[in-house]
């Protein structure tokens, strides 16, 4: 176990295959000058999400947990012209930090950030019958998992893709009788993937420069 090996190996793979980019850099020091927590997918995994949305097709995105925007950036350059990416967050100063390095990227045009609890803004956006969205990117607090992932099913058709980060904690998903709420969340949805049968689900471990973690990732075959 080795978190510099770890770096190394990441800053290695980002210096080769993730070209410098003002845009990303700028969002990420805007971010931390606003005291944002650094808790943004790591680039090579941004561009991993990237590449995902692309070969998808996907042209409506849907993001839960904005923060500083940074994954909404990768997100929104893998739309087509006429797509959108809707991304949501509860504190208003992420967002406006977010809308800030959106409109600095020149995307700002393709995302709406809707402001307020996720629940919330998942329960309106299928109240307004939002189109299907083809790629589904959730990433929030995560004790409510399991809540996202079954709007999620609301608001995607068969074929639509979910990613969801942050699945491994350090392993800590193995400990049946954690105390830590964002462990539970986490089972609790890994528990109801399994038993969803109008999915089809895996998930992988990652170590990189934000330690070791892990993503699911999920294909809707049906209607729930
Ligand atoms: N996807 C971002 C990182 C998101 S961090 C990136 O990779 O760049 C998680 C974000 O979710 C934080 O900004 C936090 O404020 C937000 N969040 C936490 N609980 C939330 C809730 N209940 N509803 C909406 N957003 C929430
Ligand atoms: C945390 C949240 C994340 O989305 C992440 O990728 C890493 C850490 C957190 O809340 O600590
Ligand atoms: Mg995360």
Do not use: C
């Amino acid at each position: 176990m080795s978190q510099e090996l770890w770096s190394g190996v990441d800053e290695y793979i980002s210096a080769l295959l993730l070209p410098s980019d003002a845009a990303l850099d700028g969002a990420l020091k805007a971010s931390q000058e606003a005291g944002l927590p650094a808790i943004n997918v790591a680039p090579n995994q941004a561009k991993f999400l990237a590449l995902l949305a692309q070969i998808q097709g996907a042209r409506r995105i849907l993001e839960v947990g904005t923060l500083g925007g940074y994954s909404a950036i990768w997100l929104a350059r893998a739309l087509p012209a006429d797509g959108r990416l809707i991304t949501l967050e509860q504190d208003p100063k992420h967002a406006q930090v977010a809308q800030h390095n959106l409109e600095h990227a020149g995307v700002a045009g393709l995302v709406q950030i809707r402001v307020g609890r996720a629940i919330d803004s998942l329960a309106a956006l299928v109240n307004e019958g939002a189109l299907p969205f083809d790629f589904v990117f959730i990433d929030a607090d995560k004790q409510s998992i399991p809540e996202y992932f079954q709007w999620s099913l609301k608001l995607t058709r068969p074929g639509s893709v979910i990613v969801v980060d942050n699945v491994v904690r350090r392993g800590a998903v193995l400990d049946d009788r954690s105390a830590d709420v964002n462990v539970r969340g986490v089972r609790r949805f890994n528990e109801l993937v399994a038993k969803t049968s109008s999915v089809s689900a895996t998930a992988l471990q990652t170590v990189g420069s934000k330690g070791h973690d892990g993503f699911a990732l999920i294909r809707v075959l049906g209607q729930a």
